[in-house]
């Protein structure tokens, strides 16, 4: 019984020190660090086109997440959810015709959606050069290019 007591009360002490560094030094960084020698020729950092005007963004997380937080003047085009990819292809076609470049993004570094979505646009053969972001809207929202009050359409 004594083992326990003890062992409760090192993991409260452990919590309490630990919600206390917490409130002290805030939460962790949320920076996406991403290595370009590192990384798939499929997919491209942030810091190396964050300065690019002639990028077309391309979300591909679900419309309801694009509405809500989309990187400013991005388009949407997704597979998830039954999506109809060739209808969305269609109805952005003259800003995905006109473009060079594009960068896809989804939700974050585990989300293999962008690749997709940036491999099925290469399939069409309609933008010489896309790629996923590497870490995707966290990426994004980590470098403060995405804010809580500036949804994308």
Known sequence: MRAWLELLTVLGLATLAAVGTWRLAGPP???????????????????????DA?????????????????????????????????GLVAVHGDR???????VVYCSDLGCGLSKEVAGRLRGYGLIHD?????????????AGLITDSNPAP
């Open 29 to 51: 960084p949320a920076e996406v660090t991403c290595d370009p020698a590192a990384i798939g020729p499929e997919e491209v950092c942030l810091e190396t086109i964050r300065d």
């Open 54 to 86: 002639d990028i077309l963004w391309i979300d591909a997380r679900t419309e309801a997440e694009w509405r809500r937080d989309g990187l400013p003047g991005s388009i949407h085009l997704t597979t998830t959810g039954g999506a109809d990819f060739d």
């Open 96 to 102: 995905i015709a006109t473009a060079e470049k594009a």
């Open 130 to 142: 896309v790629r996923a972001l590497y870490g995707g809207w966290a990426a994004l929202k980590a």
